[in-house]
Protein backbone atom coordinates (compact mmCIF):
# COMPACT_ATOMS: atom_id res chain seq x y z
CA UNK A 1 0.00 0.00 0.00
CA UNK A 2 1.24 3.61 -0.72
CA UNK A 3 1.83 5.72 2.26
CA UNK A 4 -0.62 8.11 0.73
CA UNK A 5 -3.18 7.72 -2.26
CA UNK A 6 -5.89 9.30 -3.66
CA UNK A 7 -8.73 8.73 -6.04
CA UNK A 8 -6.99 9.53 -9.20
CA UNK A 9 -10.25 10.56 -11.03
CA UNK A 10 -10.29 12.96 -13.38
CA UNK A 11 -13.08 14.51 -11.68
CA UNK A 12 -15.73 17.44 -13.30
CA UNK A 13 -18.18 19.04 -11.78
CA UNK A 14 -20.43 22.01 -12.94
CA UNK A 15 -19.96 25.26 -11.92
CA UNK A 16 -21.27 25.99 -8.32
CA UNK A 17 -21.59 22.47 -7.52
CA UNK A 18 -19.15 20.75 -4.39
CA UNK A 19 -16.19 19.09 -5.23
CA UNK A 20 -15.20 16.34 -3.14
CA UNK A 21 -11.96 14.97 -3.65
CA UNK A 22 -10.54 11.99 -1.25
CA UNK A 23 -7.06 10.83 0.37
CA UNK A 24 -6.44 7.67 2.41
CA UNK A 25 -2.74 7.00 4.06
CA UNK A 26 -0.90 4.43 6.20
CA UNK A 27 -0.09 4.15 9.53
CA UNK A 28 3.56 5.35 8.61
CA UNK A 29 1.97 8.79 7.39
CA UNK A 30 2.19 11.39 10.36
CA UNK A 31 -1.35 12.73 11.76
CA UNK A 32 -1.06 16.00 10.05
CA UNK A 33 -2.14 16.15 6.64
CA UNK A 34 -2.30 18.88 3.79
CA UNK A 35 -3.91 19.89 0.81
CA UNK A 36 -1.97 21.63 -2.29
CA UNK A 37 -3.27 22.64 -5.71
CA UNK A 38 -1.62 22.31 -8.48
CA UNK A 39 -2.09 24.34 -11.95
CA UNK A 40 -0.41 22.67 -14.76
CA UNK A 41 3.18 23.59 -15.41
CA UNK A 42 3.27 25.27 -12.19
CA UNK A 43 4.53 24.08 -8.45
CA UNK A 44 2.60 22.52 -5.89
CA UNK A 45 0.65 25.58 -3.47
CA UNK A 46 -0.56 25.26 -0.01
CA UNK A 47 -4.20 25.41 0.40
CA UNK A 48 -5.48 23.71 3.64
CA UNK A 49 -3.60 21.77 6.66
CA UNK A 50 -5.66 19.94 9.26
CA UNK A 51 -4.30 18.61 12.36
CA UNK A 52 -7.39 17.19 14.21
CA UNK A 53 -10.11 15.28 13.71
CA UNK A 54 -13.12 16.64 12.08
CA UNK A 55 -13.58 19.64 9.96
CA UNK A 56 -11.59 22.78 9.01
CA UNK A 57 -13.08 25.46 6.88
CA UNK A 58 -11.40 28.25 5.29
CA UNK A 59 -13.70 30.30 2.76
CA UNK A 60 -14.73 27.76 -0.02
CA UNK A 61 -12.55 25.11 1.35
CA UNK A 62 -13.84 22.45 3.80
CA UNK A 63 -11.05 19.33 5.18
CA UNK A 64 -11.96 17.01 6.97
CA UNK A 65 -9.48 14.18 8.68
CA UNK A 66 -10.68 11.09 10.15
CA UNK A 67 -8.06 8.85 12.05
CA UNK A 68 -9.82 6.25 13.05
CA UNK A 69 -10.59 5.45 9.16
CA UNK A 70 -7.09 6.91 8.04
CA UNK A 71 -9.19 9.38 5.83
CA UNK A 72 -8.79 12.82 4.62
CA UNK A 73 -10.53 14.68 2.13
CA UNK A 74 -11.47 18.29 0.75
CA UNK A 75 -14.79 19.91 -0.29
CA UNK A 76 -14.76 22.92 -2.39
CA UNK A 77 -18.39 24.69 -2.71
CA UNK A 78 -19.53 26.40 -5.06
CA UNK A 79 -16.78 25.53 -7.55
CA UNK A 80 -15.69 28.01 -9.79
CA UNK A 81 -13.28 27.53 -13.12
CA UNK A 82 -10.44 28.85 -11.42
CA UNK A 83 -10.26 26.20 -9.73
CA UNK A 84 -9.83 23.65 -12.30
CA UNK A 85 -6.26 21.94 -11.03
CA UNK A 86 -4.77 19.38 -9.76
CA UNK A 87 -5.37 18.64 -6.03
CA UNK A 88 -2.50 16.69 -3.88
CA UNK A 89 -3.01 15.20 -0.62
CA UNK A 90 0.23 15.53 1.91
CA UNK A 91 1.44 13.67 5.07
CA UNK A 92 4.94 13.42 6.56
CA UNK A 93 6.20 14.59 3.16
CA UNK A 94 4.87 11.81 0.95
CA UNK A 95 2.29 13.03 -1.38
CA UNK A 96 -0.58 11.40 -3.19
CA UNK A 97 -0.58 10.97 -7.17
CA UNK A 98 -2.78 14.01 -7.15
CA UNK A 99 -6.54 14.08 -8.25
CA UNK A 100 -7.58 16.64 -11.66
CA UNK A 101 -10.34 18.44 -10.94
CA UNK A 102 -11.98 19.98 -14.12
CA UNK A 103 -14.79 22.76 -13.56
CA UNK A 104 -16.91 23.36 -16.50
CA UNK A 105 -18.95 26.47 -16.60
CA UNK B 1 10.40 38.56 -3.94
CA UNK B 2 10.65 36.64 -0.91
CA UNK B 3 9.87 32.81 -1.80
CA UNK B 4 11.39 30.10 -3.10
CA UNK B 5 13.71 30.55 -5.62
CA UNK B 6 15.51 27.98 -7.62
CA UNK B 7 17.78 28.16 -10.71
CA UNK B 8 18.54 26.98 -13.32
CA UNK B 9 14.32 26.75 -14.23
CA UNK B 10 15.10 24.40 -17.16
CA UNK B 11 18.35 22.30 -17.65
CA UNK B 12 19.23 20.23 -20.73
CA UNK B 13 21.92 17.65 -20.42
CA UNK B 14 23.44 14.70 -22.10
CA UNK B 15 22.99 11.85 -20.65
CA UNK B 16 26.19 11.04 -18.64
CA UNK B 17 27.13 14.66 -17.73
CA UNK B 18 26.51 15.81 -13.84
CA UNK B 19 24.20 18.77 -13.32
CA UNK B 20 23.49 20.54 -10.16
CA UNK B 21 20.42 22.64 -8.91
CA UNK B 22 20.42 25.32 -6.46
CA UNK B 23 17.48 26.15 -3.60
CA UNK B 24 17.14 29.43 -1.79
CA UNK B 25 14.53 28.70 0.80
CA UNK B 26 12.18 31.74 2.15
CA UNK B 27 14.81 33.73 4.50
CA UNK B 28 13.11 32.48 7.87
CA UNK B 29 12.93 28.60 7.17
CA UNK B 30 15.24 26.25 8.95
CA UNK B 31 13.38 23.00 6.80
CA UNK B 32 14.06 22.69 3.35
CA UNK B 33 13.10 19.36 0.86
CA UNK B 34 13.98 18.38 -2.29
CA UNK B 35 11.55 16.34 -4.24
CA UNK B 36 11.30 15.05 -7.60
CA UNK B 37 7.94 15.35 -9.81
CA UNK B 38 7.28 13.48 -12.82
CA UNK B 39 4.10 14.29 -15.36
CA UNK B 40 1.18 12.65 -13.79
CA UNK B 41 2.55 11.79 -10.59
CA UNK B 42 2.67 13.70 -6.97
CA UNK B 43 5.97 14.89 -5.81
CA UNK B 44 8.61 12.13 -4.69
CA UNK B 45 10.47 13.07 -1.60
CA UNK B 46 14.19 12.91 -2.33
CA UNK B 47 15.34 14.29 1.19
CA UNK B 48 15.28 17.46 3.75
CA UNK B 49 17.39 19.38 5.96
CA UNK B 50 17.06 21.18 9.13
CA UNK B 51 19.59 23.99 9.36
CA UNK B 52 22.57 22.06 8.08
CA UNK B 53 21.88 18.91 8.93
CA UNK B 54 20.35 16.30 6.37
CA UNK B 55 17.51 14.69 8.49
CA UNK B 56 16.09 12.23 5.76
CA UNK B 57 17.13 10.54 2.67
CA UNK B 58 14.71 8.83 0.69
CA UNK B 59 16.06 4.61 -0.09
CA UNK B 60 14.65 5.25 -3.74
CA UNK B 61 17.76 7.89 -3.56
CA UNK B 62 20.69 6.02 -5.64
CA UNK B 63 23.95 7.04 -4.89
CA UNK B 64 24.41 9.24 -8.13
CA UNK B 65 21.85 11.61 -5.87
CA UNK B 66 23.71 13.92 -3.59
CA UNK B 67 22.70 17.40 -1.63
CA UNK B 68 24.00 19.69 0.26
CA UNK B 69 23.00 22.94 2.67
CA UNK B 70 26.36 23.45 3.95
CA UNK B 71 25.43 27.07 5.76
CA UNK B 72 21.78 26.14 6.72
CA UNK B 73 20.66 28.62 3.86
CA UNK B 74 20.89 27.32 0.41
CA UNK B 75 20.86 24.15 -0.64
CA UNK B 76 22.07 22.24 -3.95
CA UNK B 77 21.09 19.02 -5.20
CA UNK B 78 23.59 17.69 -7.79
CA UNK B 79 22.79 14.57 -9.74
CA UNK B 80 25.81 12.57 -11.10
CA UNK B 81 26.18 10.68 -14.34
CA UNK B 82 22.92 11.35 -15.32
CA UNK B 83 20.18 9.09 -16.95
CA UNK B 84 17.05 9.64 -19.27
CA UNK B 85 15.29 8.07 -16.00
CA UNK B 86 16.29 11.13 -14.32
CA UNK B 87 14.28 13.47 -16.52
CA UNK B 88 11.51 15.31 -14.56
CA UNK B 89 10.71 18.35 -12.71
CA UNK B 90 12.95 19.04 -9.68
CA UNK B 91 10.89 20.78 -6.48
CA UNK B 92 12.49 22.57 -3.55
CA UNK B 93 10.31 23.41 -0.64
CA UNK B 94 10.91 25.22 2.58
CA UNK B 95 8.80 25.41 5.60
CA UNK B 96 9.25 27.48 8.92
CA UNK B 97 10.05 26.52 12.81
CA UNK B 98 7.56 25.47 15.32
CA UNK B 99 4.29 24.06 15.00
CA UNK B 100 3.61 24.50 11.39
CA UNK B 101 7.05 23.02 10.60
CA UNK B 102 5.11 21.05 8.20
CA UNK B 103 3.41 23.91 5.86
CA UNK B 104 5.74 23.63 2.83
CA UNK B 105 5.90 26.57 0.23
CA UNK B 106 7.36 25.16 -2.94
CA UNK B 107 10.03 26.98 -4.86
CA UNK B 108 8.58 27.13 -9.39
CA UNK B 109 11.04 23.82 -9.99
CA UNK B 110 13.77 22.85 -12.13
CA UNK B 111 12.97 21.01 -14.99
CA UNK B 112 15.70 18.65 -16.43
CA UNK B 113 15.40 16.96 -19.74
CA UNK B 114 17.99 14.16 -20.12
CA UNK B 115 18.98 13.34 -23.85
Known amino acids: QKEVEQNSGPLSVPEGAIASLNCTYSDRVSQSFFWYRQYSGKSPELIMSIYSNGDKEDGRFTAQLNKASQYVSLLIRDSQPSDSATYLC?????FGAGTRLTVKP | DTGVSQDPRHKITKRGQNVTFRCDPISEHNRLYWYRQTLGQGPEFLTY????????KSRLLSDRFSAERPKGSFSTLEIQRTEQGDSAMYLC?????????????FGPGTRLTVL
Open chain 2, 93 to 105: ASSSPGRLFEEQF
Open chain 2, 49 to 56: FQNEAQLE
Open chain 1, 90 to 94: AGSMR
